[in-house]
Structure formats: structure tokens, C-alpha cells
């Protein structure tokens, strides 16, 4: 399968504690996105890398949450002391600079609950 | 803000229908506009984009229409089968510097019925 990896899909944790989800794009895709989806809602932006550089971030990705690509290719997402209002899906998706759409592919989802 | 407006919440329609979608922007920066189709569980799939320089693109079943004067586009799905049941959300995206993140509606949840 080349499509948009995520782990784990699914993260239960208490109230307080950290999480950190992974995301693999699709092997030549230089561009990277997190988004967060809630219940009955579309998802939302939250940052974006090209290559191993940060370079879009929503004022959603407050300061608990942090990104990284370090060798552009895989990324992590984590959130510190997790409160009951991160409950989400936490969605990745990659696309190529390459593509005159900049169509982008997601991928599965981690659904987080904090209980 | 709600930047992309999208409508019905809901729709239910029979098998061999047509499923209407609305959407409608305030942003006349956007320039792509894709759709995405959701299953319970799974993460969105791209079904077809257009760009505001045409005002129709079909793709087998699924049409997308575009009113750059009304700011409104539209997902026409043709001949609709209970597998198309699932969430459908559009979204749009300037293509400017600097400028990546889709903007989603909020999505409608579609029923096909046999």
C-alpha cells in the first residue's frame, strides 16, 4: 500500500498525560499536513511542512501541540498535558510540489480520546 | 468565520437518483476547489477538484459545477448507489505563496436507499 500512513488509528489516554501520533506520506511527497477533525465537522488546518521546514501553523496548534519532520520524510505530532477538548481525529496528509493541484491524500486518521 | 458554506447537513435520496451538494466561499482568493468523500472511520479520499477557469469538470458519476459570480459549486452525483452513502465535505485553497491548508465545509452526510 503507498497511500498515507498513520499510527497508531486509535489512542485512548487519561486527562494530563502526553501523545504523540506518526504519519508516513506517500514515498514522493515532499509536503505534509496535520489536520484535526471533531465529531460532525469538516477537518481543520493545523500546520504544514515542505520537506523538513515548518513553514504554515494555525493559531489551533497551540503551544501544547508541537510538529516535527526531522529528515523530511515522516512526522510526528504530540501533544503535551492532553485536556478532554483534544478528543479528535488528528488526520495527516501529503502531496507533491510537483503537482500543478497540490492535490492533497490523506490518510486513515488517529482518533484520540482523552478521558 | 465560516469561509466555506456548505449545505444540506443531510440528504437522503433513493437508489438511481441524483445527489445535489452545495457549497458556497467568501474568499475570491480561492482557486481550487477539491471534494472529498468520508466512510465512517476512515480518513477523506479526493473524488474531483475543478478550478475556477472552467465551470463544470465530470468525472464518471460525480460532476462538479462552479459559479465564480455567485461564488457557489455544486457535487452532482448521477444514478446514486447505496455505496456512495457516506460524508462528503468541500473545500478550497488559494494557490498563493505561502498559502497550503484547505478550507473544509462542514460537511453532508448522505444516505443512498435502495
Known amino acids: 500500500d503507498t497511500g498515507v500512513s498513520q499510527n497508531p488509528r486509535h489512542k485512548i489516554t487519561k486527562r494530563g498525560q502526553n501523545v504523540t501520533f506518526r504519519c508516513d506520506p506517500i514515498?514522493?511527497?515532499?509536503?505534509l499536513y496535520w489536520y484535526r477533525q471533531t465529531l460532525g465537522q469538516g477537518p481543520e488546518f493545523l500546520t504544514y511542512?515542505?520537506?523538513?521546514?515548518?513553514?504554515?501553523k494555525s493559531r489551533l496548534l497551540s503551544d501544547r501541540f508541537s510538529a516535527e519532520r526531522p529528515k523530511g520524510s515522516f512526522s510526528t505530532l504530540e501533544i503535551q498535558r492532553t485536556e478532554q477538548g483534544d478528543s479528535a481525529m488528528y488526520l495527516c496528509?501529503?502531496?507533491?510540489?510537483?503537482?500543478?493541484?497540490?492535490?492533497?491524500?490523506f490518510g486513515p486518521g488517529t482518533r484520540l480520546t482523552v478521558l | 468565520q465560516q469561509q466555506v458554506k456548505q449545505s444540506p447537513q443531510s440528504l437522503i435520496v433513493q437508489k438511481g437518483g441524483i445527489s445535489i451538494i452545495n457549497c458556497a466561499y467568501e474568499?475570491?482568493?480561492?482557486?481550487?476547489f477539491p471534494w472529498y468523500q468520508q466512510f465512517p472511520g476512515k480518513g477523506p479520499a479526493l473524488l474531483i477538484a475543478?478550478?475556477?477557469?472552467?465551470s463544470e469538470k465530470k468525472e464518471g458519476r460525480f460532476t462538479i459545477s462552479f459559479n465564480k459570480s455567485a461564488k457557489q459549486f455544486s457535487l452532482h452525483i448521477m444514478d446514486s448507489q447505496p455505496g456512495d452513502s457516506a460524508t462528503y465535505f468541500c473545500?478550497?485553497?488559494?494557490?498563493?505563496?505561502?498559502?497550503?491548508?484547505?478550507?473544509f465545509g462542514k460537511g453532508t452526510k448522505l444516505s443512498v436507499i435502495p
Open positions: 496528509a501529503s502531496s507533491s510540489a510537483g503537482s500543478s493541484y497540490n492535490e492533497q491524500f
Open positions: 514515498s514522493e511527497h515532499n509536503r
Open positions: 511542512f515542505q520537506n523538513e521546514a515548518q513553514l504554515e
Open positions: 474568499n475570491t482568493a480561492f482557486d481550487y
Open positions: 475543478i478550478r475556477p477557469d472552467v
Open positions: 473545500a478550497a485553497k488559494t494557490s498563493g505563496a505561502g498559502s497550503y491548508q484547505l478550507t
